[in-house]
């Protein structure tokens, strides 16, 4: 069974730093694309990040480009996403979900679909 689990959300102040882990079970990462969304109250949910570690392709929202990294341990069967610089606005729920392996240009929820429960992330001002 395909199933992901989100965790090492919090609260930070804004500048500060944490690291989100999605830890896969059911496949192996190579089998499919992990993406990483967020949804704040009262906004759609928006994608933030992507890696499809079959083809070593990446893709980051220009929102977050330049702050958040993503990356994968494949022994661990985990993708992590370091964020660096919060700022208030990355305040949301995060998520990651699978897709299609491939090269991503965009990163839609409506093209993922397997989803962990999401953990809470807080940068306060």
């Known amino acids: 069974e395909v199933q992901l689990v989100e965790s090492g959300g919090g609260l930070v102040q804004a500048g500060g730093s944490l690291r989100l882990s999605c830890a896969a079970s059911?496949?192996?990462?190579?089998?499919?694309?992990i993406g990483w969304f967020r949804q704040a109250p009262g906004k759609e949910r928006e994608g933030v990040s992507c890696?499809?570690?079959?083809?070593?392709?990446?893709y980051y929202a220009d929102s977050v480009k330049g702050r958040f990294t993503i990356s994968s341990d494949n022994a661990k069967n985990t993708v992590y996403l370091q964020m660096d610089s919060l700022k208030p606005e990355d305040t949301a729920i995060y998520y990651c979900?699978?897709?299609?392996?491939?090269?991503?240009?965009?990163?839609?929820?409506?093209?993922?679909?397997?989803w962990g429960q999401g953990t809470q992330v807080t940068v306060s001002s």
């Open positions: 059911g496949f192996t990462l190579d089998d499919y694309a």
């Open positions: 890696i499809s570690t079959s083809i070593g392709s990446t």
């Open positions: 979900a699978t897709g299609l392996a491939g090269d991503y240009d965009s990163v839609r929820p409506r093209d993922f679909s397997s």
